[in-house]
């Protein structure tokens, strides 16, 4: 199914998924500040100087754009589900939130935005339109839902029709609701009785109607691959065909204004002359950084919701040169941190290195931006230069004297996947995905060169550097110990292999300290390099990603399950001292004094740590374990199959089913008794389609879900 797969194409940038089930939030641990970074924008409309913009995860977003080329963030409000489509009527937005329905927020102090209300419908609400007392929901398998506004703080549903297809984008016009319905093309529902909706006509496009608006006689579809489809609807009975103009790319949202339609297509912005709606032309288009999926126009200007990329102004006053003129985006995807002085570095995958100012760490701000690259994926800092770590381009070398201005001063190409980099003296060592370890001299850092490499059996994927040896986190080839002594001819000398994926490593005194996903902390005696052992562990709750250590201590990104800080004093038995369940993913952790930097893939955080730091064993009194974890599945997404694995403490009887998001049970991967201990299942979807599945575990009363995203 091609919807699935461009859903896919926007949850790429990237993952959201997580454990539905929580408990306590914190221990020892307290947040002190946060950057949230904007999730992928989904669609757009203008009102006056104002542009309302659902961005996903992140709610719904109000730029001012009275000036087009600075548009600025006045206020937001961050909606419970996934923000999809947004329309604006009076002093209120109606957001529709995905699997938590219609949100109606009031706007009518744009700075502090706030919801008012909500109706949650039965499907997945992905688009709306406002007319009159009553929001029409395109709300996916549950076809078109009618919600009376009358009382914006109690909508209420007063009708619904259940399209054939899956409802993805609605317009009204007069009597008529258009629904842009998938597969099933363009439905037309008379809506004069709100209560008892019913279609009168429908025309079946050639691929997957996306979106769609209404204007005179004429609906105008974004057809997926089939582009524009221009239909005449004056007879609403037998809507017909009587145009078409198929767009570059894939047609997800579109908008007209006078004789021009406007395609948000993917790769850009196209502008279709409709002035004959028999012979529409294309005359011009403007490519956009991201995957555009809405447009709306006032003016000279056209606002496109470009995913990932935030939001796109394009100047339109000349329909065949659109162009863009300014762009608002909330960062990116937050991998990667490093701290120096009151300044934390951040690898922020599609954005590049961010620098933001922590003085008061109540309050971090962004003050540096160095976008040159993308795919920022690991930093390391050391003197007035960032290194950083930049995925399938190799190294980067970055002047952050100025930290207000920091500035690409040399590059290193590298053949693998460039995912963590650490600096020891003249030399750079960079984990280099499949292709190990790789050795740059950057004694001049405006030609930085590769002078040596050793290959790892597994991904190299973190590394770290203590006098003569370099300590790879391999993957699933565990701690890797490579000398380095002689930098143009480094060697493996010894390993150990890990029972879990070696995502990190830090090194401190005798021990490294390694971050093993689902296997958790993993520590390792490295006194002797030929032979490293394993010494202790600490099974984290979910998937250790990142480690610092400071001290006695080490503190774990952990995934879903946040930060966590262990007790390492003694390195045979650590023990919890705190965790803070941050509200994204914990990928990367640095430690400065008392505090700890996350990485925390839509959000860098600050978290005090002071708390947790004195705990001892006999002080610390833990809460009892759950009956059962349900990891989150890897890969993921995937294709065509994926591993759950899961934890029972005690001996019960398990269920692990697989369903759809409509709710039909798809597969029965575990049904019986199973031990205490670890298991795992593996769902294969070859025979499915690409798009979202929900993994449900069941053992006595509990139950806990993990998403799952198919990826063909």
């Known amino acids: 199914m091609r919807a699935g797969r461009l859903w896919g194409m926007g949850l790429a940038a990237f993952l959201l998924f997580g454990a539905i089930c929580r408990g306590q939030d914190s221990l020892n641990v307290t947040k002190v500040g946060e950057i949230p970074f904007w999730d992928e924008t989904e669609a757009v409309v203008v009102s006056g100087n104002l542009a309302y913009v659902t961005a996903g995860n992140s709610g719904l977003r109000v730029v001012d754009i009275s000036n087009p080329a600075a548009p600025a963030e006045v206020g937001f409000c961050d909606t419970p589900g996934d923000a999809h489509g ?49 929001a029409y929901v395109a709300d996916y398998s549950a076809g078109l839902r009618v919600v009376a506004i009358s009382n914006p703080s109690s909508p209420t549903e007063a009708g619904f029709y259940d399209t054939p297809g899956k409802a993805l984008g609605v317009a009204v016009a007069g009597n008529y609701a258009y629904v842009a319905d998938d597969t ?112 709306a126009v006032a003016g000279n200007y056209a606002y496109v919701a470009d995913d990932w990329t935030g939001l796109r102004v394009i100047d339109i006053s000349n329909p065949t040169t659109p162009s863009e003129v300014a762009f608002y985006d909330g960062p990116g995807r937050a991998w990667g ?32 931006l160095c976008n040159t690259f993308i795919l920022a994926r690991g930093v390391a800092v050391a003197g007035n230069y960032a290194y950083v770590a930049g995925d399938i381009w190799g190294l980067y070398v970055v002047d952050i004297s100025s930290p207000a201005s920091p500035s690409e001063v040399g590059y290193c190409y590298l053949p693998g996947i460039a995912l963590s980099v650490a600096v020891e003296g003249n030399y750079a060592y960079v984990a280099d995905g499949n292709v190990g370890l790789r050795v740059v001299d950057i004694s001049n850092p405006a030609s930085p060169a590769e002078v040596g490499f050793c290959g790892t059996p597994g991904d190299a994927r973190g590394v770290a550097v203590a006098g003569d040896y370099a300590y790879v986190a391999a993957a699933d080839a565990g701690l890797r110990v490579i000398n380095v002594s002689d930098p143009s001819s480094p060697a493996e000398v010894g390993f150990r292999d890990t029972p879990g994926w070696a995502w990190d490593v830090a090194v401190a005194g005798n021990y490294a300290y390694v971050a093993d996903e689902f296997a958790g902390l993993r520590v390792v005696d490295i006194s002797s390099s030929a032979s490293p052992t394993e010494v202790g562990f600490y099974d984290t709750p979910g998937a250790a990603r990142g480690v610092a250590v400071a001290g006695t201590y080490a503190f774990v990104a952990d995934d879903v399950e946040g930060l966590r800080v262990l007790n390492i004093s003694n390195p045979a038995f650590p023990f919890e001292a705190g965790f803070y369940d941050t509200p994204g993913w914990a990928y990367g952790v640095a430690v400065s004094g008392s505090y700890a930097y996350v990485a925390d893939l839509y959000y860098f955080g600050i978290y005090d740590c002071s708390a947790a730091l004195p705990v001892n064993p006999w002080e610390t009194k833990p809460s009892p374990p759950s009956s059962f974890v349900l990891h989150p599945p890897h890969p993921n997404p995937f294709n065509p199959s994926t591993v759950a694995s899961f934890e029972l403490r005690v001996p019960s009887h398990v269920n692990l089913r697989v369903y759809d998001t409509a709710g039909r049970l798809v597969r029965t991967l575990v049904d019986g008794w199973k031990q205490a201990g670890k298991h795992q299942a593996v769902f294969d979807g070859t025979a499915l389609p690409s798009g979202i599945y929900l993994a449900r575990l069941t053992a006595g009363d509990w139950s806990a879900v993990q998403k799952l995203v198919l990826m063909k």
Do not use: K
Request: proline share 6%; with cysteine; aromatic share 12%.
């Open 86 to 134: 947004v329309a604006v009527a009076g002093n209120y937005a109606y957001v529709a939130d995905n699997y938590t329905g219609l949100r109606v927020v009031d706007i009518s102090n744009p700075v502090s935005s706030f919801e008012v209300g909500f109706h949650d419908t039965p499907g997945r609400a992905l688009g709306v339109a406002v007319a009159g007392n009553y």
């Open 184 to 295: 099933a093309g363009l439905r037309v529902v008379d809506i004069s009785n709100p209560s008892a909706p019913v279609e009168v006509g429908f025309y079946d496009t050639p691929v997957e109607a996306y979106g769609v608006v209404v204007s005179g006689s004429y609906a105008y579809v974004a057809d997926g691959g089939g582009g524009l489809r221009v239909v005449d609807v004056s007879n609403p009975a037998v809507p017909v065909e009587v145009g078409f103009y198929d767009t570059p790319e894939w047609a997800c949202g579109v908008a007209v204004a006078g004789n021009y339609a406007y395609i948000a297509d993917g790769s850009g912005l196209g502008v279709v002359d409709i002035s004959n709606p028999t012979t529409p032309v294309g005359v011009g288009y403007c490519y956009t950084p991201g995957i555009a999926l809405s447009v």
């Open 337 to 368: 941190v490093a701290v120096a002085g009151n300044y934390a570095y951040v690898a922020d995958y599609w954005t590049g290195l961010r620098v933001v100012d922590t003085s008061n760490s109540a309050t971090p701000s962004e003050i540096g």
